[in-house]
């Protein structure tokens, strides 16, 4: 039997856990499926929408390419790339994104050009309504090494 939309957005027929990560692939979606459940082309779908998802993939599905798409889609998702897959490669790509990922860019990868790429990110950025400049103002340079 072919669902009707119209139950769903009524609210008269659930979607199942996986129909709700497709319809909104998100990584609190995913947070909702067992690892066991998961398959690559699930996981792949959603880190194309919501790189942070990494934290709630099974590691068993975890590779280097993966996680490359992560920190493409948000950069604060190095956070989350397994030790063994970090690399001065994915921290550029994390941080190109995002400045703020310097932060959980190991200290004796973070290079000259990452600092530029992180605080050239933070110049360009203007201030959202409720956020704080003294917070603002912190990043990226409070994860910058004295040694740079």
């Not at 996680?67 to 490669?89: F, R, T």
């Amino acid at each position: 039997m072919i669902d009707n939309k119209l139950e769903i957005e009524l609210g008269l027929k659930e979607l199942s856990p996986i129909e709700r990560v497709y319809n909104n692939p998100t990584k609190f979606n995913l947070k909702g499926i067992p690892k066991i459940n998961q398959t690559s082309e699930l996981v792949e779908f959603v880190i194309s929408h919501d790189g942070m998802a990494l934290k709630q993939i099974s590691k068993k599905l975890i590779t280097i390419e993966l996680c490359k798409k992560a920190v493409s889609q948000n950069g604060l998702a190095l956070e989350y790339v397994p030790e063994k897959y970090v690399s001065e490669e994915i921290c550029n790509i994390a941080v190109n994104r995002n400045g703020r990922a310097i932060e959980f860019v190991p200290q004796n990868m973070i290079t000259k050009d990452m600092v530029k790429n992180a605080v050239t990110f933070y110049l360009g950025r203007t201030l959202v309504e409720g956020e704080r400049l003294s917070e603002w103002n912190k990043y990226p340079i409070a994860y910058i090494p004295m040694a740079l």
